[in-house]
Structure formats: C-alpha cells, structure tokens
C-alpha cells in the first residue's frame, strides 16, 4: 500500500502560522532576499518579492546587478534593494545574518554566475528556495546541486525543471497531469530523497514532498480549480511565498505547502483574468477570510 497523501487545507495548523502576534518588530518576522537578473529580466524577482512581502516577511530587499539598478529602483518601493554584481557579492552582503531567508532564480539566468550564486547561498545553511533558472542551471550537473542543498531549501520546480533535474523519474510520469496524484507522490519523494530539500513540482495538483517521506496535495482541480493560474509570473510569485514564510520562521514544508494553498487561494479570489502581479494583491482578502 501507498504511503498517505495528505490534502492540504486551510486549517488551524496554517492559521496558527500565518497570523502576527503581539508587539514583535518588523526584524522578528525576518528578512528575505531575492536575487535578480539583468536589465530588463527583473520582473520575476520583484513579482517573488512582493508575494514574500504581502505573506508577511518583516522586509524584502532584492539584489540585483549593477546595470538592473535603475529599472528595479524605478519598480520597488516598500522593497528594498541593493547592488549584488556576482557570487563574491552575495557572499559580502549574506555576512548579514538577518538575511534569513534566500531566494534564487526567477529571472537570473541560466548560467555560471547563477549557479556560483546558488553554490554562495546554499554554503550558509540559511532557508533557501530555489526555482526556474536556479533550477535549470544545474541541468547538466544535478548532482553538484544535490550535494550543497540542505533540509531548509525547497525547490520548486515545474514539469519541465523537473525533467531537467530528475529526467528518470519524470520519464516514470512524475508530472504527467493525466496520472493519479497518489502514484506522482511516490516519485516526487523519490525526488525530495534524493535532494535531500523539500520538492513542490507545480501544476493543477501541486505535490510537496519531503526529504523524510512526507508528501502533500495541493489540489486545484474540482471545486478549487483555478485554470488561469497558468500565467506567466505565477511560479515566480509561489517562489516568493515560500521565501516570505521561511522568512518568519515557518519551516521549509510547512511554507512550501502553506504557500501552494494560498497560491491557490488568491488565483480564485481574483478569477479569469488574473495576472501575476495580481497575486500578492489578493493575499490581504485571502488572509482576512482565512482567521474567520
Ligand atoms: N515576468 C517575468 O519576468 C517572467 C519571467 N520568467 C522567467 O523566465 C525564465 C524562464 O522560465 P520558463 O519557465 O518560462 O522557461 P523554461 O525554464 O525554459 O521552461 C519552459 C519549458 O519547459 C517545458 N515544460 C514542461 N513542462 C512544463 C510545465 N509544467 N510548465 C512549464 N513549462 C514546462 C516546456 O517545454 P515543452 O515541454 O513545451 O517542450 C517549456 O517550453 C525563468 O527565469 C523565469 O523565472 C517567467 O517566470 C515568466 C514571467
Ligand atoms: N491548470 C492549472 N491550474 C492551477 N494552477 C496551475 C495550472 N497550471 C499551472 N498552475 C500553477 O501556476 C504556476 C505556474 O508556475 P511556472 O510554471 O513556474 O510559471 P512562471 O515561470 O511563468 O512563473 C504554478 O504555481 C502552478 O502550480
């Protein structure tokens, strides 16, 4: 028999972990960095900042290259932002342990520079989520990948990131949507194993499994469907989620499913017609009916 696939719901464990208390300042909710790309490629992080910002991480700051400067400055406003040209940058600026929750890869680049960055991030064991171009950096070496990451990263791929990362259990129908969740599950804890990190493979039924065996369902098929989530910019988003609640301390599954719900969550507050940027907007509403 299969082992158990939880469904992921919004109930009292994720309420418990969603809403402030008390008088704690804004460094008590944590402060998460996002990396992002070039000029004109910086969309993606600032897309993952908000929804790291809305979720409820104290700050935000985006790093981003030298020549991005001006086009992210023009953009952020509640955001912070500060120059970060390469690895050995991101190194100087990371001496900042308040930095406690990193995230690489919407919009960085598929190159060797993401990939020294990636490395940087993950050598100080901070909570990290890794996507899209952090992802496909490591196509050709994912073991090189899988030997830095540690229990506090959560990837998150979509189908094809998978495929580039773990090309035999993709091939076994990992993210085929056309099988059953349950049968998905055991090949995305397959994957989590041997990443030895959280996994969340994206799609209309999300799974996130865990390096010790654990594996949820986040299903947005049926009555939560939510088809228009498939926009460009919505990964991004999830990504910054993720960041945003391992920034306040939640750990790396608990955030990686709790961010796939209200993921979900917002995408059908909004309805057809949704665009990414509508995301982190929608978190407030989301937020207000979930503490009833
Ligand atoms: N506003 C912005 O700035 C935005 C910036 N963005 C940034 O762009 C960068 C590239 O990210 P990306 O995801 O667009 O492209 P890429 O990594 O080449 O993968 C796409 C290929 O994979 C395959 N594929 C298979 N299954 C799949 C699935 N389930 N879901 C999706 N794809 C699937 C499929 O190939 P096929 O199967 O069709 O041959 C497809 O052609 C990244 O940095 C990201 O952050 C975007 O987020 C958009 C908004
Ligand atoms: N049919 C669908 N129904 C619900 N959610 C979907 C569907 N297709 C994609 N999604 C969600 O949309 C997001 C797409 O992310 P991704 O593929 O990384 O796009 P991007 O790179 O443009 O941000 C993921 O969170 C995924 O779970």
Request: with cysteine; proline share 5%.
């Amino acid at each position: 028999m299969g082992r158990e696939l939880r469904l992921i719901e919004g109930d009292a464990a994720m309420r418990a972990r969603l809403f402030k208390q008390g008088a704690a300042h804004k460094y008590a909710h944590g402060h998460a960095l996002v990396l992002a790309g070039g000029l004109g490629l910086t969309g993606a992080a600032r897309l993952a900042a908000r929804g790291a910002l809305r979720v409820g991480a104290g700050l935000v700051t985006v790093a981003a290259p030298a020549a991005a400067m001006p086009e992210c400055a023009a953009q952020l406003t509640a955001i912070m932002l500060r120059q970060v040209d390469d690895a050995d940058a991101l190194a100087g600026l990371l001496a900042d342990s308040r930095l406690n929750a990193l995230c690489l890869g919407p919009g960085l680049g598929v190159s060797e520079g993401t990939r020294q960055m990636v490395t940087v991030a993950l050598a100080v064991q901070r909570a990290t989520v890794l996507d899209a171009d952090a992802l496909t950096a490591f196509a050709e070496v994912p073991e090189a990948l899988f030997a830095r990451l540690h229990p506090a990263t959560v990837l998150t791929p979509h189908g094809g990131e998978f495929a580039r990362l773990f090309p035999d259990l993709a091939k076994q129908g990992a993210a085929d949507p056309g099988r059953p969740p349950a049968a998905r599950a055991e090949l995305v804890r397959a994957a989590a194993e041997r990443a030895g990190a959280v996994v969340l493979l994206k799609g209309a039924e999300t799974l996130v499994a865990t390096p010790r065996g654990a594996c949820a369902l986040n299903d947005a098929t049926g009555p939560r469907a939510a088809p228009w989530l498939a926009t460009a910019g919505a990964g991004d988003v999830l990504a910054g989620l993720i960041a945003g609640l391992m920034a306040r301390g939640v750990d790396a599954g608990a955030a990686a499913e709790t961010a796939a719900w209200l993921h979900v969550e917002a995408a059908r507050t909004v309805g057809p017609g949704l665009i990414a940027e509508d995301l982190p907007e929608a978190l407030p509403a989301v937020l207000r009916e979930l503490a009833g």
